[in-house]
């Protein structure tokens, strides 16, 4: 009988565990850049593999959405390891501290038939301290690239309630588009995303010039390689 008990107990605490990890708790610790995939991903010890994370530089403020395809030991030296592409986009050094938030991820939403009214989909991982910084009246920043390839022609992001749209550009038909868009609601709201869409570069800033800044960086124009779109995205943020 105590034998059992004690089984009992183990479960319990594994599941308060588990539940602790991913049930939106946030956490805090060191990075690492050693991943070798191309665009915004992270390794991480439980986070589901295809979730996205929201990893937040502490330092600065700024974050991005990754999406979990590997795993790392669990290790009190570091909570996870990142792409160069979200290592270079946060500005990340070996001592930055990044805080880390489970989020569902944009790409599996589907979009909505007529019969179903579009859901505004907001982000409920902040905690009253994150809100604080994320004001209300303070405008969120979107960028969004979107790879389209395995899309049907002409599909576009779609919902876009309680978000201004300020840039779109799409290749062609079945390319990549970029987009930029601000919310004023409490948290990122984020629009509906194509059926079969693959999400390529997607971060949040309270900064304008944040994402200038990224527009200028390698990162950037290797996903964004037509002159235009570059060119009337630095007219945009100037």
Not at 178 to 204: C, K, Y
């Amino acid at each position: 009988m105590k034998r059992l008990n004690l089984v009992l107990f183990g479960l319990f605490l594994l599941n308060f565990c588990v539940f602790a990890q991913i049930g939106g708790t946030t956490q805090r610790g060191r990075a690492t850049q050693e991943m070798t995939s191309e665009g915004f991903f992270a390794a991480h010890s439980s986070f589901p593999l295809g979730s996205s994370i929201r990893v937040v530089n502490t330092t600065t403020g700024q974050e991005v959405y990754a999406v979990v395809s590997g795993r790392i030991p669990a290790s009190p030296n570091r909570v996870v390891d990142l792409s160069k592409d979200v290592w270079d986009t946060l500005g990340l050094n070996e001592r930055t501290v990044v805080m880390l938030g489970y989020a569902p991820p944009p790409a599996a939403r589907q979009t909505p038939t007529a019969s179903e009214p579009a859901p505004v989909t907001e982000s409920r991982e902040y905690n009253s301290q994150e809100i604080d910084r994320l004001k209300p009246t303070q405008p969120l920043y979107h960028l969004l690239i979107l790879d389209r390839r395995n899309c049907e022609e002409d599909s576009d992001i779609s919902d876009m309630r309680n978000i201004k749209l300020m840039y779109k550009f799409a290749h062609n038909k079945k390319g990549y588009l970029v987009a930029v868009f601000v919310s004023t609601t409490e948290g990122p709201v984020f629009p509906v995303m194509p059926d079969r869409s693959r999400i390529l570069v997607n971060f949040i800033t309270t900064d304008l010039a944040f994402i200038k800044d990224y527009t200028n960086s390698p990162s950037f124009k290797r996903f964004v390689t037509n002159k235009r779109a570059i060119s009337e995205l630095q007219v945009l943020l100037k």
